[in-house]
């Protein structure tokens, strides 16, 4: 088992530099239907951000939004729901939230397991690809170290090789 600060064991990252990190970037993926936008999603260590845009003029009064463990429910009260589908982890529901803003409905949706990268967001939703997935997995990996290293800047870090689970990597994350 290594010991030591955790700089000093060979990690898959080259250019690590002393510093603040200013943000780490995040891609919203979009899931389509038919042509057309359902919803964009992205994630993060602890959370998963769901963006919708609903029919012009509609209140944050009128949408009936229910976020449940394992299942999620959006829709206009008094109409079929928009989205009626089990997510494809679980979820805290009770730190779970949603904002309707500027004309975009924000889920803000905690993760049941941190760390975990999803690989789609509802089930029978297309799943990531490869590509996109590894290349989450990188700003998850980033947002561990910068997490797990206050203090050094991870902007500019880059991975040679294979992206490890942010999950597991190193003995895994010291929180649940």
Known sequence: R???PPWSHPLPLIGLVVGTMDKIEYKRIKFQHNGQTVYEWEQ?????H????PPPGIKAKQLEIDIGPRHLKVGIKGNPPFLDEDFVEFVNSKESFWTLEDGELHLTLCKGSKGVTWRGMLK???ALDEFTKTEVQKSLMLERFQAENPGFDFSGASFNGQVPDPKTFMEGMRYQ
Do not use: M, N, P, V
């Open 2 to 4: 290594a010991s030591g």
């Open 44 to 48: 993060s260590l602890e959370e998963l």
């Open 50 to 53: 769901c963006y919708i845009t």
């Open 124 to 126: 029978g939703h297309e």
